[in-house]
């Protein structure tokens, strides 16, 4: 059974930095793209950035580039998703996704597996 555990969310004010982390199990990842999204309140689900785990290859969504780095442990099964300069209007529910066949990283329905999602809330 595929999991994806995040964790390391939580309460930061702006400026600060967090840490996400996605533990997966269930099957070898080697081949597959893992990818982060966020969803904020009212918002539509958006792609924060994605690592493949036989490169790493990463790649960032618009926003993010330069505040948000994605990096993996192979060993652990984990990827992270570290944050910095924080705004407010990064207060999400952030998820990890794996994808096996992923063309387009932004695409969430190129993902075949997700997690419950963790809350990040940026207080200003």
């Known amino acids: 059974q595929v999991q994806l555990v995040e964790s390391g969310g939580g309460l930061v004010q702006a400026g600060g930095s967090l840490r996400l982390s996605c533990a997966a199990s269930?099957?070898?990842?080697?081949?597959?793209?893992m990818g982060w999204f966020r969803q904020g309140p009212g918002k539509e689900r958006e792609f924060v950035g994605g690592?493949?785990?036989?490169?790493?290859?990463?790649y960032y969504g618009d926003s993010m580039v330069g505040r948000f780095t994605i990096s993996s442990d192979n060993a652990k099964n984990t990827v992270y998703l570290q944050m910095s300069s924080l705004k407010p209007e990064d207060t999400a529910v952030y998820y990890c996704?794996?994808?096996?066949?992923?063309?387009?990283?932004?695409?969430?329905?190129?993902?075949?597996?997700w997690g419950q999602g963790t809350q990040v809330t940026v207080s200003s």
């Open positions: 996704a794996a994808g096996l066949y992923v063309s387009n990283w932004a695409r969430n329905d190129e993902y075949d597996y």
């Open positions: 690592i493949r785990w036989s490169g790493p290859t990463t």
């Open positions: 269930g099957r070898r990842f080697s081949s597959y793209v």
